[in-house]
Structures are given as structure tokens and as C-alpha cells.
């Protein structure tokens, strides 16, 4: 408890001094390019009574829920195929690393062309980025399955689907928790991102609209928020981690 209490004094530290740094800045400059710390606090408060908040908010999480549902489900069935048979990853491998090495701003300008805009290449964007992620650490997982145990199993002639279900997904889970954590974080910035460039909804449409009226109290009051979600979600991947036997948080 000591331990833990220090670790929280520690990071209150940092965030405050962080925020004294801001503060003595915003002196030295007009609101108009940097606010103090006040005049975001009360942006941010009346941001959570504003009627369209919640939509808002629910119109982001809805898809980068999608993209990252999108990715996870064709990543993981990737890196099951690729580490299960090496040939295959042979010849799928060059395209993962296509998708890994485009930067996610190629993807946008593709995504408008494919579906409009219309929130739909945001979901294209996050599930295009997950899907590498995802491949690379599933496969690795399921060549680093600890050789006794599939020795084991032979020798209790179990079946591939048994060797499946018992010896290679228990063994490849921290692989796949390991992944779920990077792309959950990175999603939130990929999502809105996306919206910034080709909507004018959600996070990125309420940023867009916030620049557009030259307000940067509120974009960096939506900043803040994103970092919120951003910060709650890796905490509940981290939490089903523990839960499910994976990396403590």
C-alpha cells in the first residue's frame, strides 16, 4: 500500500507541475493561442451539459467499437492461419507489412474515395491499423507454444482441434492481451483522427467545428476528454488482463 500510495503521489507531482508549467505559459500568451488552465476547466464543465455531449461521445465509441471489432476478428483468424502454417505466412506476411508501413493518413484519403464522407472511413482507418498488430503477435504466439507440451499432447494423441482448444490458445492468450492493449489506445487516436479529416461528427467533428471557431479551449477540452477515454478503456483491457490470467495492471 505504501508502495502504491508513493506511485500516486509521484504522478499527482507530474500532473501538477505539468499544469503549473501551462498555467505560467498561458500568461505569457493571448487565450487565443494558449488558455489558461481555468478557461479549460470551465469549458470542459460546460461541455458534459451541452445536449449533444453524450452522441457525441457515443458516435466515436461506436466506431472505433466497429474498427477494432473488425480487426481483432480477421487479425486473430490471420495469426492463427499464419502460425499455424508457415507457408501461409509466407505468402500473407508482405501484405501485413503492407498494412503495417502505410501511414494511416494514405488510408483516409483511399477511405474517402471507397465510402464518402460519411464516418465509415474511421472505421476503416482504426481496423486497417489493428489488423497488422494483431497478425504479428498471434503468430509469434503460436510458434513460441512451448514444444513439450505439443510433444505432450502427440503423446495423448490428441487431435489438432484438441491441441487447438487445450495447448495453443491457452498458451497464445498474454500474446493476444498484449495486442488488445496496443490497439485500444492507439484506436482513439485513429478514430479521431479519421473524424477530424473526413466528418463532422463525433470527437473529431467537435474539434474540427472548435477550430473552425478558433476556440482552443475547447479543442484542448476535447483533447483532454479523448485522453480520458483513451486512459478508462486501457484500464478496463488492463483489468480483463488480470482477470483472465494475463499480465498483472
Given at each position: 500500500m505504501r508502495g502504491k500510495a508513493a506511485l500516486w503521489l509521484r504522478r499527482a507531482l507530474g500532473v501538477g507541475l505539468l499544469l503549473g508549467i501551462w498555467q505560467l505559459a498561458s500568461l505569457c500568451f493571448s487565450p487565443l493561442v494558449l488558455p489558461s488552465v481555468p478557461q479549460v476547466t470551465g469549458t470542459l464543465a460546460g461541455l458534459f451539459r451541452e445536449p449533444d455531449f453524450w452522441p457525441t461521445i457515443g458516435t466515436t465509441?461506436?466506431?472505433?467499437?466497429?474498427?477494432?471489432?473488425?480487426?481483432?476478428?480477421?487479425?486473430?483468424v490471420l495469426g492463427l492461419?499464419?502460425?499455424?502454417?508457415?507457408?501461409?505466412?509466407?505468402?500473407g506476411m508482405p501484405f501485413i507489412h503492407v498494412l503495417q508501413?502505410?501511414?494511416?493518413?494514405?488510408?483516409?484519403?483511399?477511405?474517402?474515395?471507397?465510402?464518402?464522407?460519411?464516418?465509415?472511413?474511421?472505421?476503416?482507418?482504426?481496423?486497417?491499423?489493428?489488423?497488422?498488430?494483431?497478425?504479428?503477435?498471434?503468430?509469434?504466439?503460436?510458434?513460441?507454444?512451448?514444444?513439450?507440451?505439443?510433444?505432450?499432447?502427440?503423446?495423448?494423441?490428441?487431435?489438432?482441434?484438441?491441441?487447438?482448444?487445450?495447448?495453443?490458445?491457452?498458451?497464445?492468450r498474454p500474446y493476444f492481451f498484449s495486442a488488445l492493449e496496443i490497439v485500444v489506445g492507439g484506436g482513439w487516436k485513429l478514430a479521431v483522427m479519421?473524424?477530424?479529416?473526413?466528418?463532422?461528427?463525433?470527437?473529431g467533428g467537435a474539434i474540427t467545428t472548435a477550430r473552425l471557431n478558433i476556440q482552443p479551449d475547447a479543442i484542448i477540452a476535447w483533447a483532454f476528454l479523448l485522453v480520458a477515454g483513451c486512459f478508462i478503456t486501457q484500464k478496463l483491457v488492463c483489468l480483463l488482463l488480470s482477470r483472465r490470467g494475463g499480465a498483472p495492471c
Open positions: 465509441l461506436l466506431r472505433l467499437a466497429l474498427g477494432l471489432g473488425i480487426g481483432v476478428a480477421v487479425g486473430t492461419l499464419f502460425g499455424l502454417c508457415p507457408k501461409l505466412e509466407d505468402v508501413s502505410v501511414p494511416p493518413v494514405c488510408w483516409v484519403v483511399l477511405a474517402l474515395v471507397w465510402f464518402g464522407f460519411n464516418g465509415w472511413p474511421c472505421v476503416f482507418i482504426v481496423a486497417t491499423s489493428t489488423i497488422p498488430t494483431v497478425v504479428i503477435n498471434l503468430s509469434h504466439g503460436v510458434r513460441s507454444v512451448d514444444p513439450e507440451l505439443l510433444e505432450m499432447a502427440r503423446l495423448y494423441r490428441f487431435s489438432r482441434r484438441k491441441i487447438l482448444l487445450h495447448v495453443t490458445l491457452p498458451s497464445i479519421g473524424e477530424v479529416l473526413t466528418t463532422n461528427s463525433g470527437i
